[in-house]
Nanobody, 123 residues
């Protein structure tokens, strides 16, 4: 059974940082591209960042480029999202996801999902 478990969310003030982590089990982790998506209330789930299986390549949404960094550890089967200089518009539930190809920006193409972790940024 595949499990993706996110952690690290919380409430922070604008300008501060948070680090999200996702622990994966039950899949050949090093064979999957990993990504973070987010969904704000009343909005569609949107792509945030992705990292290739190897993990040489990265992709970011324009809205987070230069502020967020995705990384992965293929020994510990974890993927992280370092979020710096957070803004109120970054407030959302953040989801970890796994896909068999890279890069993929559409959420429907991802095979596995975590339950999400809430990030709230106050102004």
């Amino acid at each position: 059974q595949v499990q993706l478990v996110e952690s690290g969310g919380g409430l922070v003030q604008a300008g501060n940082s948070l680090r999200l982590s996702c622990a994966a089990s039950g899949l050949a982790f090093s064979s999957y591209a990993m990504a973070w998506f987010r969904q704000a209330p009343g909005k569609e789930r949107e792509f945030v960042a992705a990292v290739s299986p190897d993990p040489v390549s990265h992709r970011y949404a324009d809205s987070v480029n230069d502020r967020f960094t995705i990384s992965r550890d293929n020994v510990k089967n974890t993927v992280a999202l370092q979020m710096n200089n957070l803004r109120p518009e970054d407030t959302a539930v953040y989801f970890c996801a796994a896909a068999g190809r890279f890069p993929i920006y559409r959420s429907i193409m991802y095979d596995y999902w975590g339950q999400g972790t809430q990030v709230t940024v106050s102004s």
